[in-house]
């Protein structure tokens, strides 16, 4: 299967984000889109992945800029992947043009947030991606209607996470990219990527990342 990965441009794409949180969260904790869209138009970044024959989008990812010990850093804040498509290698694909961008604006520190009782998204952020952490939060967002997290609504919805950092290689790309630097802003381009295969445990979860 593949998918083609396309950076926010305008509030039609960002609304096209509201349905796919609504059916991995919750209405409760929908992020509006106009806030997408200014994010995205100041240094933040929002993309939506498609599946070829599908109209609607499969799949994506926000993040935006913050400061943390006196360095610029990505907090990569929701990834989120429609049910048909998980498992697919949507997520990772999303994951990695979410890092492309912060490469292309000289960040090199993404970091997100994960539930260290969901065994695949420990799967799929440690074995598939990598990362690393550092911090260990028991009760971070508070409650949270999470609709695919079931040790999160036996424990009352408290939503307990590990900080998590992009594994250090990630940095290492920029060397094999150099010489082809791309537009980084939300105004840039649509461009195909390959489904890549991976653990079921990827988007089983919809999720890397997740904040409220």
Known sequence: MSFRIETARDID????TVPIQEEVWSGDVVV???LLLA???????VALGYADGDERAAGFVFGFVG???YHFRHH???????????????????KEAQRDHCLDQGIEVVAWTMDPLEARNAVF?????????REYHRDFYGPMPDKLRPAAVARGGRARRHRV???RRWRATRKGRAGRRRDPSPLGDTRPLPGAEG???????????RGP
């Open 13 to 16: 794409a960002c609304t096209a």
């Open 32 to 34: 509006p889109p106009q």
């Open 39 to 45: 994010v995205a138009h100041n240094g933040g970044f």
């Open 67 to 69: 400061i943390y010990d």
């Open 76 to 94: 990569s804040h929701m990834l989120a992947v429609r049910e048909p498509y998980r498992g697919s290698g949507l997520a990772k694909a999303l």
């Open 125 to 133: 952020n440690f074995a598939k991606l990598g990362a690393f952490t």
């Open 165 to 167: 950092h992009a594994p």
């Open 199 to 209: 653990a079921r445990s990827e988007d089983r979860a919809g999720l890397a990342s």
